[in-house]
């Protein structure tokens, strides 16, 4: 049995009143959903509230939900979504800088999380060319590779069609090594 | 032509060896990343608790029908698309019951009738001989002439008038 048919046969349990399918259906993702949160909102407390949120709005709104997209992407969008109104919210009431460093402030951006992480020197420094890029194109990068998604729930998340995904995902790697290739501290990366 | 090289390449999936060793640092570089985020804090032990908890006071939102499968805005619907035909029924209507000129297809914006040639041509000798005993054979051609004649002269068609007349007189 495939994840999608399990994904559907535990909706059609959650949609019967199962609250126990529910948790079943949410849990392998729980964890990759809290690491997105944490990448933007920058602390544990509230990318755990954050989580918390989603997974019962998703809960809420579950009648609606419709299969064609995976649970994973759902839940991911409602987590972003969530993340950028806490974003937004704090900005607004200035109730806490996100961070000190004027250079670390950004939404919903992996690559500068990736500065407090324990990180080799090289994927340092992909992530340091990667957040050049334009915001479409760290993102496809994003979901392709580190979250190992599909084209098609790429698609899904970023509103487009499946040959646009492709179209950006290669154009994203034609900009990161033109990149690379422009820099002298490039040089060698491509030697295998 | 550099777009268009783009757009082959990804869509036959084309890669280069650069690309090749770049695609391979990508799945090395966020494998790390997720090896590294792993070992940061991950939620707390109890969050399935607090969850499960807070879904059993959480009722389901109930099934919503698309804005498009509204009763309401069917009707709304139903009701623009009949007042619309009924528009243009009448303004059909409105039109046809304006009085204009017997054209016969010659009338022009202006309302003035242009005085054109027919599109018999009777300038060419071998096709003027060949239409005069086409004509010649047809017992009726020449009140057929004559009422065609009438025709022209009366919406002012006089070249073409002309033409039924002298096709009528080489028919004597």
């Known amino acids: 049995m495939t994840l999608r048919e399990k994904e559907k046969i535990l909706l059609q349990k959650i949609k019967s009143g199962d609250k126990t399918a529910y948790m079943t259906l949410v849990s392998p993702f729980r964890e990759r959903l809290f690491r997105k949160a944490v990448s933007m909102v920058k602390d544990s407390d509230d990318a755990e509230d954050i989580v918390q949120d989603a997974l019962i709005s998703g809960y809420r709104s579950i009648q609606n ?7 994973y992407t ?13 974003l937004a919210k704090k900005k607004r009431g200035k109730e806490r800088p996100i961070d000190d460093n004027p250079e670390n402030q950004f939404i919903d951006e992996r690559v500068g999380y990736e500065k407090k992480l324990e990180l080799s020197e090289e994927t340092r420094y992909l992530m340091e060319k990667i957040g050049l890029m334009e915001e479409a194109y760290r993102k496809v990068l994003e979901y392709r590779y580190f979250e190992n998604l599909s084209y098609n729930e790429i698609a899904a998340l970023m509103d487009c069609n499946v040959g646009t995904v492709k179209s950006r995902l290669f154009k994203a790697k034609e900009f990161l090594k033109h990149l690379i290739q422009e820099d002298n501290r490039g040089q060698g990366f491509f030697e295998k | 032509m550099n777009q268009m090289w783009i757009k082959i390449q990804s869509f036959l999936g084309i890669e280069s060896t650069e690309e090749q060793v770049l695609t391979a640092k990508l799945h090395m570089a966020y494998g790390e990343i997720r090896k ?5 804090p991950s939620l707390s032990r109890d969050f399935d608790l607090r969850l499960v908890n807070q879904l059993q006071s959480i009722p389901m939102e109930q099934k919503t029908n698309p804005v498009w499968q509204s009763r309401r805005l069917q009707y709304a619907m139903s009701f623009v698309l009949l007042f619309g035909m009924a528009f243009v029924l009448t303004q059909r209507n409105a039109s046809h019951n304006s009085k204009t000129e017997e054209s016969a297809g010659v009338v022009g914006n202006t309302r003035n009738f242009q005085d054109t040639n027919t599109s018999v041509d009777v300038s060419d000798s071998y096709r003027k ?4 005993n086409e004509l010649k054979s047809q017992s009726g051609s020449i009140p057929a002439l004559q009422s065609m004649e009438r025709y022209y002269r009366e919406t002012g068609r006089l070249n073409a008038a002309e033409e039924m007349e002298s096709l009528r007189i080489s028919l004597k």
Request: zero cysteines; a positive charge; hydrophobic letters at 50%.
């Open chain 2, 36 to 40: 590294a985020e792993a070992k940061r």
């Open chain 1, 74 to 86: 759902w839940l991911y969008r409602i987590v972003v979504n969530k993340s950028k109104d806490l």
């Open chain 1, 65 to 71: 939900f419709r299969a064609e997209a995976g649970v």
């Open chain 2, 129 to 132: 001989r060949i239409l005069l």
